[in-house]
């Protein structure tokens, strides 16, 4: 049985065994490991140390910063298989998946470290005679970053390397469901021998280590990748310290589908875009607004396609198509979403009940004669579950597409340049996709507006997030 440990300056700390929880392949339903519920002491500690090292952190030119990225990376890769395992095993993720995940968490700490000789400050002009006005970038200082379980070895990569190639110092918690890929990731760093203190891993649950994370005096910026309800605890924490916020929530997609698209395509794109870690990203499909004139040969094509998506246990069977959702829990509340749709007027054209096996599987379904206002059409739904609505015109499709609280990721599958371009002008999300789906670039700037959070990652307005601007007026003689 693995025993995750904490990792605070460089030592791995264990704990007797009443302060630990399960760890459940969510697969089998087997105890594969212990993870600490949460001690309130490391983590007093992990960021006193990520404060008294920062300056000297900072103080390291970047390209030796990045340094560090870089070797992580190459270890990374060098444990690819193990890792991989890993977050298989943990979080019921199908063989492809997990190996893209641990490969772009590789690719994207290099391309963090980039940013080393890249990120810059600025000279402005003045108004005065024989002044200077500089504008330095500098580091926040301390950071935390509060992680789900759906990308977690990615989500460190993307959360620990613009906060480290910045000069900022950070402080981790992963889920307590899929703690053990980030025990390897701290095994990495202290194999390159990564500054102690710079990076530390704390484990518990967000209800007893979150607040601290958010409200601590010595954090200048805590970042969560979870839920809306996680997000909104964070920034009322946040607020009595006035602590930066970077909050990365929940979505709930829609996918247009005009008259004159590729059909073919579209379906094609939502399936694969719907069941990729059995519907639980917060970026995947989530509804469907279809064209009336198209709608009939739509979804008898979306039917008879998603049909052919077969689940199994990816520990088993490296080509998987579709794996089990994290936790009965979440078995039990996606089931509950699609019996509500269902009494409240949706066909149930395929899947929608929970298989009689070991592991917490849920078939691909498809409710069609949705409506807006619906449970189903309006609230985030993590698993492998497609509700139908048609509409008459363009207007109609983007109103309802706006309808929603969430404003993530938007899709529209069509020919016309100019209803994609008008589409762009006028969906009220951060990122839409044109002709396909998730996933988003390292280079491009994940962000969601309204409901799906503040702030955002990637490219260099994600670097952006982890630095403040410092500026000098310098009145220099004549
Ligand atoms: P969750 O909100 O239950 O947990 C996320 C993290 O927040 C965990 O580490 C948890 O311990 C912590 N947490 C919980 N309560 C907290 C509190 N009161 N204070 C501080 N931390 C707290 O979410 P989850 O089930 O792990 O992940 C799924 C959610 O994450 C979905 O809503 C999904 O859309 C979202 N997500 C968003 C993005 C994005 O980039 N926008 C990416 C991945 C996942």
Redesign the pocket.
Known sequence: MKIVSDYVFGKFIEYDESQYEDVLNPSTEEVIAKVPKGNLETLEEAINVAYNVQSAWEELPPIERGMYLKKIANKIRNRASEIIDTIIKEGGKIYDLAKTEVYFTADYLDYMAEWARRYEGEIVNSDRPNEHILMYKKALGVTTG??????PFF?IA?KAAPALITGNTIVI?????TPMNAQIFAEIVDEVKLPKGVLNIVN????K???V??NHEKVSLVS????????Q??ML?ASKTLTNINL????KAPAIVMKDANINEAVKNIIDSRIINTG????CVERIYVDEVIKENFVDILVKEIKKIQYSNPCDDKKSMMGPL?SKR?QKSVQEKVERAISEGATLLCGGEIPNKKGYFYPPTVLDNCRNDMEIVQE?T?GPVLPIISFNNFEEAIYLANDSKYG?TSSIYTNDLNIALKAIRKLDFGETYINRENFEAMQGF?A?VKH??IGG?DGKHGLDEYLRTHVAYVQIKN
């Open positions: 509060i992680l789900p379980w759906n990308f989500l993307r918690k992963p889920s307590v469901e518990g649950s967000g209800s280590l979150g607040s994370m958010a969560l990748t979870g839920s809306e309800t996680a997000g605890k964070v924490e990365e929530l929940g979505g639980q990203v917060c970026n994290i979440s985030e993590f993530l994940h969601g799906s959070g990652a």
